[in-house]
């Protein structure tokens, strides 16, 4: 099994992600890093808890990471997530499982020169974790197998601006520093794809109503709700669930390699993620681009996935 690290700041797709992730029975999760995004750091861990409680999955360590971007202040999305995140579902679970002792930044360091060049770092939250540890431990660049990023947008328009996509936009330095940090490998699932990858009420239906099922069911509705009144149509995007299947399976989605940064000092564009397409500033390429998706095999991947059927 491919080792794995998830870096979240879950919200409702990232919860699906984590769930995608673990019922795979596919990754060795060695373990899920939280970090400020939708919400808070403290609600981000205290949902992730949650989230690996309902998948039974409580061996599954948790550590926190960073509680603000590195030079800006948090900018939360309760309007898509709902107050608490997880779009109100979960909110009478009891929490028993908790946040191991120590940071996020030093257990992915550790864990990459334990295992080296074995790790694969799916995220699918703003970078500002993966850009501390990079920081701290330049070595990392090379130790590490691939990266996986749920982020940006490169030819459609973005979701928090017009020109930016959330998980860049709340912590462009740091986005700009792992993009230049010259991973090996490193995949951007953006909202180009990611907004082909839409999960309907009749696909949660096809789900049954297990615990899980009911519970996609639940913390759904108001981010549907909320997608249909901006795109026309009642779905859900499936961001985060998207980057973990790209590390369970990169065929599903066609990617090119072309130099990639971000902006972090306009007025109206900060976090926009600009892709050289024509190679005009004549740089090495950094990013695999997802063009392309095969949305309908990634949407029964995920659905077989969460039914318990092993793929
Ligand atoms: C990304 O932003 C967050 O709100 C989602 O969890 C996802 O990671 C989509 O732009
Ligand atoms: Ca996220």
């Given amino acids: 099994n491919k080792k794995v690290i998830l ?14 992730a673990v019922q795979s029975g596919k990754l060795d999760i060695l373990g899920i890093t939280t970090v400020n995004g939708n919400v808070s750091l403290e609600q981000a861990t205290v949902n992730t808890c949650k989230v690996l409680q309902l998948a039974g999955a409580e061996h599954i360590p948790v ?6 971007p590195i030079l800006r202040s948090s900018y939360f999305e309760h309007r898509v997530h709902g107050k608490d995140g997880l779009g109100g579902a979960l909110s009478d679970m009891s929490v028993h499982k908790q946040a191991e002792e120590g940071h ?6 550790d864990q990459v020169r334990k295992h080296p060049g074995e790790v694969t770092l799916v995220m699918t939250a703003p970078l500002t974790n993966l850009a501390l540890a990079v920081m701290k431990y330049p070595e990392l660049v090379q130790q590490v197998k691939e990266v996986v990023v749920m982020g940006g947008v490169v030819q459609g328009f973005g979701n928090v601006t017009p020109t930016a996509e959330y998980n860049i936009y709340v912590d462009p330095e740091a986005a700009k520093l792992v993009f230049k940090a010259g991973f090996s490998s490193l995949t951007l699932v953006s909202l180009d794809v990611t907004r082909k990858a839409l999960l309907t009420e009749a696909h949660i239906d096809s789900m049954g109503d297990s615990p899980l099922a009911n519970y996609v069911r639940e913390s759904t509705a108001d981010y549907m709700q909320r997608y249909q009144e901006r795109n026309g149509v009642r779905a859900c995007a499936m961001h985060d669930p998207l980057a973990v299947a790209v590390a369970l399976n990169p065929e599903l989605v066609v990617t090119k390699h072309h130099f990639v940064d971000v902006e972090t000092r306009s007025e109206l564009c900060d976090g926009q993620t600009v892709c050289d397409f024509q190679n005009r500033l004549l740089q090495q390429p950094n990013v695999h681009v997802c063009l392309n998706v095969a949305a309908e ?6 659905i077989r996935t969460l039914r318990g059927e092993r793929n």
């Fill in 63 to 68: 550590i926190q990471g960073a509680d603000k």
């Fill in 104 to 109: 996020a930044v030093d257990f992915i360091i």
């Fill in 297 to 302: 095999e990634f949407l029964e991947l995920f």
């Fill in 7 to 20: 870096d979240v700041d879950t919200g409702v797709d990232d919860a699906l992600g984590i769930l995608l």
